[in-house]
């Protein structure tokens, strides 16, 4: 096998880009197919907001004429200088099973990233901390749910040979919702009802929503500043995520807690869509918005997306005012579990969490990283 890396420059480059992981996945019954418009905007230095402050290379690994691999690296700079860093970040790493491929991507995207003057890399790790971040080490036998990675075990194989180890893992969990809340977090939702200036906000419209996404975001910015990897959001950002899921979002499982005007906690979820996307294979017509759909009311897990709670109301019962409204509004939907999507393994408190609510880890999620030699140039 002779193997050629090059750099992508076409829009025929980025459509082979886009579709070689339907190629190497296709036998993956626990892989989730993107859809390849949303696909083809984040792509799009034109469309995707991100561009704007990142720099980024695309990169297929070929055999001849035919692709056998891709990765992309990014460069965050908006996050390395609030850091302090001079990190590359590696992503959409997908490969056959063969080291010699996998070893040509990453080699080009590390030659890039000493070049930008950068000394270590970590992955996979996109654009922010909303795209898919850190591959599956355990929990194959799971279908991925959105925004998530489902790679293939090799690739973990390959990453331990070319000189990469463990930076950080995110844990997932599990939740039984159709046993009842322990009587103790019950008795603290009622106590904070009684007592607390915090209220609860539900909705009903998805138009009841546009108007406090901002501030929705703006929270986020400051619930999330000490996260790994987090970057601060700008208002075009902002504005672009909430016309990208705004559509998507199901107003029963938003929760916001506001004292007096000011939003103090949110929680986003949504029915994991899982089954319907892997029907719809990528597509959303003729057929793949029907299965969405379907999906949409059948699903029996919920899954949850993003929450925050100010760092003044932090300790307060806003959480617990948040979950217990979220579990009751799963159940009248006819689900059964939850799943947390990603939490730091350093997180304790929402790890505590989960785990006082009979969570069990079922999937984690590993971010690798490599200390860039600049004599290797």
């Known amino acids: ?32 197919p993107p859809l390849i418009r949303d696909e083809k905007e984040y792509f799009d230095p034109k469309r995707n907001p991100a561009f704007r402050y990142c720099r980024v290379m695309m990169a297929l690994a070929w055999d001849g004429s035919m692709p056998v691999g891709r990765i992309m690296g990014v460069i965050n700079t908006r996050h390395n200088a609030a850091r302090n860093e001079r ?5 959409c790493l997908e490969t056959i099973d063969d080291a010699t491929v996998s070893g040509a991507l990453l080699s080009a995207f ?3 990233a000493r070049g930008e003057g950068m000394d270590k890399a970590i992955g996979p790790f996109g654009f922010t901390d909303q795209d898919p971040e850190g591959f599956l080490v355990e929990g194959y036998e799971h279908l991925a749910t959105i925004a998530t990675y489902y790679n293939k075990p090799y690739i973990i194989e390959h990453l331990a040979r070319h000189g990469y180890e463990k930076e950080i893992d995110w844990v997932v969990y599990k939740v039984d919702i159709t046993k009842p809340l322990p009587d103790w977090y019950l008795a603290m939702h009622e106590r904070v009802r009684a007592r607390s200036s915090c209220r609860l906000v539900e909705f009903r419209k998805r138009s009841e929503l546009k108007r406090r996404m901002v501030p929705l975001f703006e929270l986020m910015n400051e619930c ?3 996260i790994y990897g987090y970057a601060p959001l700008d208002r075009a950002e902002m504005e672009y995520l909430t016309k990208k899921y705004l559509i998507a979002l199901d107003p029963r499982f938003v929760k916001m807690v506001y004292d007096g005007d000011t939003m103090v906690g949110f929680f986003i979820a949504m029915p994991c869509l899982s089954e319907g996307l892997k029907r719809a294979n990528g597509r959303l017509f003729p057929f793949g918005v029907f299965h969405i759909l379907h999906a949409y009311r059948t699903a029996k897990q919920l899954d949850l997306l993003l929450g925050g709670v100010k760092k003044t109301h932090q300790g307060r019962g806003v959480d617990i005012l948040m979950g217990v409204a979220m579990v009751e509004s799963a159940r009248k939907a006819g689900m059964t579990m939850t799943d947390s999507h990603h939490e730091l393994e350093t997180n304790t408190k929402m790890r505590a969490e989960n785990e006082r609510l009979g969570g069990v880890i079922y999937k984690r999620y590993r971010l690798f990283r490599k200390f860039l030699d600049f004599r290797a140039q």
Not at 2 to 21: A, G, K, N, W
Not at 87 to 91: E, G, I, K, N, W
């Open 1 to 32: 096998m002779s193997i050629v890396v090059r750099e992508v420059t076409s829009h025929r480059d980025v459509r082979e880009f886009i579709r070689l992981p339907y190629r190497l996945h296709r036998d993956d019954e626990n892989w989730l």
């Open 224 to 226: 999330f500043e000490d």
């Open 87 to 91: 990190t590359a970040r590696f992503s």
């Open 110 to 112: 590390e030659q890039w």
